[in-house]
């Protein structure tokens, strides 16, 4: 089954965005390929904009609400340009030290979920550490360690590198979204067949989660409707 997956680490100041293209070989899912990897920024001056004096404006000048429906409606950009069949947004980091971003970035993952729904998309959000443990093996990996392990696959794949820990993030999502429609990976240091079946079962995992059957981790229940929307894409030649 060819699938497109999107992998987003969202926040309010920086937010990593992955595309992967999944590649089917009569019934086996190749691991894909990556058709785009990017960093959304709202840092530094805002273009086009100045204060009421002629000076540069800022985006840290900008009132909170203003800063997070600005980069929410950025998100929203990349997913009507690239269509994915699936999105995976990393979940919140609950257990992180004073993270007094949580507020925001919970605002700014309501506006992107409310287009994904009203857009007739589908999204799951896996916890961090599901992601991290399934790149790294361990989850609680540290950015250094997820960034290692992103490159080993990227390096085989021969579409480059990432230098951004969000850009890892988010390539790591869309690698766990493609997973869990089949896809195969395999690495640098990671080709030895029980690595690849260590995901497959991290994969296999969190699909059969009770909680994902409540639509607790996203707006599916089941991976197979999102096969089904592939499918019809498919035949309609889309």
Known sequence: MKATVLGLDLAVRNTGYSVIRTEASGKTVKGGSLVTVGLLRCV?????????????LKYD??????????????????IDRHDPDLIIIEGYAYSAPRNTHLPAMGEVNGI?????????????????????KF???????????????????????????????????AVACAMFGACLLGSRWSS????????IDYQQEIAKNFRSKTMLEKGNYGNIKSIGQVQAKVDVKLTRGV
């Open 61 to 78: 000048d900008l009132p909170a609400p203003e800063r997070i429906v600005m980069m929410g409606e950025r998100v929203c950009e990349v």
């Open 112 to 132: 992107v979920k409310r287009h994904i729904v009203l857009t007739g998309r589908f999204f799951l959000t896996p916890s961090p550490s599901v992601v991290k």
């Open 188 to 195: 640098k240091k990671e080709r030895a067949k029980p690595w």
């Open 44 to 56: 530094g001056s805002v273009p086009g904009r100045t204060k009421p004096n002629g000076r540069t």
């Open 135 to 169: 790149m790294t093996g361990k989850g609680n990996a540290k950015k250094e360690d997820m960034m290692g392990a992103v490159n080993d696959w990227l390096r085989v794949d021969r579409t480059g590198s990432v230098s951004d820990n969000n850009e890892a993030d």
